[in-house]
T-cell receptor, first 114, second 112 residues
């Protein structure tokens, strides 16, 4: 498709389980971002990938969170031993590069931890 | 410390009138600003941007104004339409970085 694709669109899981969220960026976009939006909050930066450079993981809230980007395209965000406070919408965005380029967002994954 | 603030969580406007959404920032290093629109269950959609070398940028019904001395930007929608009802986020960054700082959003409701 032409836009950023995220899967699954919804995920409900029990506390303590691991979850994996997927993002397929727009073809040719070298920059990829993960954000989290909790209820009533703005978009919280999690991690950034740009080309082959080392990712900026400074926004990851704990070591239970990790992300990979394989082959400079698809990215997966993994949350281990999920907690109820991890419940949020996880949004992925991509752009051509980072320099004053608007980001194009996917529709997000709504994660609910029971 | 919230560097980008949208102090109005919601706004209601009559169809055909002007909608004005406001955003304040604290970091004087910010030099690029964007507005996004978000419908329920969808990701944010880029609307309009402005660089700090300008004080106004216009695109159809949407105009963004930047007041650097006040560290304030606003989005004007004229005329407002029911399809404009959504949550609007402002975001800011500074050159050489890739981090965009987002506000908490303003929910706009345009009444028919």
């Amino acid at each position: 498709g032409a836009g950023v694709s995220q899967s699954p669109s919804n995920k409900v899981t029990e506390k303590g389980k691991d979850v994996e969220l997927r993002c397929d960026p727009i073809s040719g976009h070298t920059a990829l971002y993960w954000y989290r939006q909790s209820l009533g909050q703005g978009l919280e930066f999690l991690i950034y990938f740009q080309g082959n450079s080392a990712p900026d993981k400074s926004g990851l809230p704990s070591d239970r969170f990790s992300a990979e980007r394989t082959g400079g395209s698809v990215s997966t965000l993994t949350i281990q031993r999920t907690q109820q406070e991890d419940s949020a919408v996880y949004l992925c965005a991509s752009s051509l590069d980072f320099s004053n380029q608007p980001q194009h967002f996917g529709d997000g994954t709504r994660l609910s931890i029971l | 410390d919230q560097q980008v603030k949208q102090n109005s969580p919601s706004l209601s406007v009559q169809e055909g009138r002007i909608s004005i959404l406001n955003c304040d920032y604290t970091n004087s290093m910010f030099d690029y600003f964007l507005w996004y629109k978000k419908y329920p269950a969808e990701g944010p959609t880029f609307l309009i941007s402005i660089s700090s070398i300008k004080d106004k940028n216009e695109d159809g019904r949407f105009t963004v104004f930047l007041n650097k001395s006040a560290k304030h930007l606003s989005l004007h929608i004229v005329p407002s339409q029911p399809g404009d009802s959504a949550v609007y986020f402002c975001a800011a960054s500074h050159s050489g970085t890739y981090k965009y700082i987002f506000g908490t959003g303003t929910r706009l409701k345009v009444l028919a």
